[in-house]
Each structure stands twice: as C-alpha cells, then as structure tokens.
C-alpha cells in the first residue's frame, strides 16, 4: 500500500473529509487529495501532522512515505560517523537482537 493509499483508509476510517484533514494538517484540501492520489509528495513535517489527525503512528506513515522522522535527522546530523557506523553493525541483527538491543536503550536513557 502506497503512502496516498494509507492516508486515504486511515482518512475514511475516520471519517474525516479532505477539506477537515487539510485544516487539521493546515494545507489544502487539494493537497491532501493530490498526496492521496500519488501526485504530490508530503514533506516529513506534514506526514507528522498527518499522523497526529489520524491518530497513528507517525513512524508507519514515515516509513510508507520513505522518509525520516525530522527528529532522527537531527540525531544522524549531530553524530555523522557513528550512526552510520553503528548502522551498518546492526543490519544484521535478527529480530531477537533488535528486542534485546530496543531493551538495553530503554534501561540506558532510563537511568
């Protein structure tokens, strides 16, 4: 399923009309129609927003649209070395390893 394609069911699902979503979202509702459609992209900020109107997760529709949470940006940009680095360590961690890596960073930025 395409970005435009999701927007579009979690949209209806709500039942919330391209003119509501495009205020929500502030930008207009032929915007919202022309993402949905595939005829126009949406920038990381608006997928953002997208995500908060349609109360779901912004990292789904992210990844759907191909693109970084502004956020993450910022973290790669701040470290350029090691986070490709350790990237390039981890692409082969199984699904098992992420879980126990996902937990080892909980415990580190909770404490």
Known sequence: MTFGEMVHKLRTEKRIS???LGRQVDVSAMHISNI???KSNASPEIVMKIA???ETDPD???KASNQLDPEVVGVINSNPQAIPSFLRAAKDLTPEQWELLQEQLKKITEK
Do not use: D, Q, S, W
């Open 18 to 20: 391209v003119r509501e």
């Open 36 to 38: 949905e459609k595939g």
């Open 52 to 54: 908060t109107a349609l």
């Open 60 to 62: 789904m529709l992210l």
